[in-house]
């Protein structure tokens, strides 16, 4: 079975610009998380989404916006890009409920803003 | 507002030898605690997965501990091998998200 598949794997991007980011689950995973990892630090939680409503937010400004589609798939939209946006954007699939249910990552994208 | 902290920040032992990571958080209301390991560049893969109810889990030469009154987690490694060389996250779930530490690097020299 295929893992959590994102991509692109590698962006580069200038200040201002807007990006958009993609996810494709664990097949029968409903629930699609998005994290922020910047270099040297564990993972910031971003979103959350299931049954293609969000159901959690972390502390980002307004620029950063997600949805999940009917097949359980997920963007994640930055725009105005800042150079503290320069991270690895990491995506995580689970069943429903955090309880006993592993958070499966996929190997991320790499934002860079220059 | 949950906070996790891991110690040592980073870690150098040689082949063969036992190890233990140590991961502290501040709220105990927690759903899970989940060990993950991300090697450079990459995604994080999961290692073990304690439940609020549990109190260890083990894999091959992988060992969790939970303690939830004291608000800590051990990762025992056993007999340590090159190829674990990584960093090494614990993260606390709460109702929809995972807060992590900052990890533990660790190099195992051959």
């Known amino acids: 079975d295929a893992g959590v598949t994102q991509s ?3 962006l580069i991007k200038t200040r201002g610009q807007q990006v958009t980011l993609r996810c494709s689950p664990i097949s029968g995973h409903k629930s699609v998380s998005w994290y922020q990892q910047v270099l040297g630090q564990g ?3 971003i979103f959350q989404y299931y049954e293609k409503e969000e159901r959690g937010r972390g502390n980002f400004p307004d620029r950063f ?3 999940q589609f ?3 798939s997920s963007e994640l939209n930055v725009n105005a890009l800042l150079l503290g946006d320069s991270a690895l954007y990491l995506c995580a699939s689970s069943l429903p409920g955090l309880d006993g249910r592993t958070l499966h990552f996929g190997n991320g994208t790499r934002l860079t803003v220059t | 507002k949950q906070e996790v902290t891991q110690i040592p920040a980073a870690l ?6 036992n190890l233990v990571l140590n991961c502290s958080f ?3 209301a927690i759903y899970n605690l989940q060990w993950f390991r991300q090697d450079p560049g990459k995604g994080l893969t999961s290692l073990l997965l304690i439940q609020s109810s549990q109190r260890e889990q083990t894999s091959g030469r992988l060992n969790a501990s939970l303690d939830k009154s004291s608000g800590r987690s051990t990762l025992y490694i056993a007999a340590s091998q090159p190829g674990d060389s990584a960093t090494y996250l614990c993260a606390a779930s ?4 995972y807060i992590f530490g900052t990890g533990t690097r660790l190099k195992v020299l051959a």
């Open chain 2, 12 to 17: 150098s032992v040689p082949e063969g030898e």
């Open chain 2, 94 to 97: 709460g109702t929809y998200k």
């Open chain 1, 8 to 10: 692109p794997t590698h």
């Open chain 2, 26 to 28: 501040t709220d105990s």
């Open chain 1, 70 to 72: 009917p097949n359980y």
């Open chain 1, 43 to 45: 993972p910031q939680f």
């Open chain 1, 65 to 67: 916006s997600a949805r």
